[in-house]
């Protein structure tokens, strides 16, 4: 069993950033890929970016490609991901997930998720 805690959402203009993180308690962190997902009012669930197990690889959607930044410390249990250059558009319940594939883009590949932290962009 994974527990995610995520922290780091709130409110900002549009270009500004903000730093999401997730905490994991319970089995060993660096057993799982982590993913972060976010969702918006009226519409599903959608892929943010990936990492894998000890930081080699990332993956990222296109929409948040060059933009967002996905990391991790094994040491410290968390998985962040910072977020410049917001946009009204990235407003969303922000999830981070663990899953045993790297680099999966699917929720249904995770086994484990936060309860989400809201993050609101103004224009």
């Known amino acids: 069993q994974v527990q995610l805690v995520e922290s780091g959402g709130g409110s900002v203009q549009a270009g500004g950033s903000l730093r999401l993180s997730c905490a994991a308690s319970?089995?060993?962190?660096?057993?799982?890929?982590m993913g972060w997902f976010r969702q918006a009012p009226g519409k599903e669930r959608e892929f943010a970016a990936a990492?894998?197990?000890?930081?080699?690889?990332?993956y990222y959607a296109d929409s948040v490609k060059g933009r967002f930044t996905i990391s991790r410390d094994n040491v410290k249990n968390t998985v962040y991901l910072k977020m410049n250059s917001l946009e009204p558009e990235d407003t969303a319940v922000y999830y981070c997930?663990?899953?045993?594939?790297?680099?999966?883009?699917?929720?249904?590949?995770?086994?484990?998720w936060g309860q989400g932290t809201q993050v609101t962009v103004s224009s």
């Open positions: 990492i894998s197990r000890f930081g080699a690889n990332t």
């Open positions: 319970g089995r060993t962190f660096s057993s799982y890929a």
């Open positions: 997930a663990a899953a045993r594939t790297a680099g999966a883009r699917a929720s249904s590949e995770y086994d484990y």
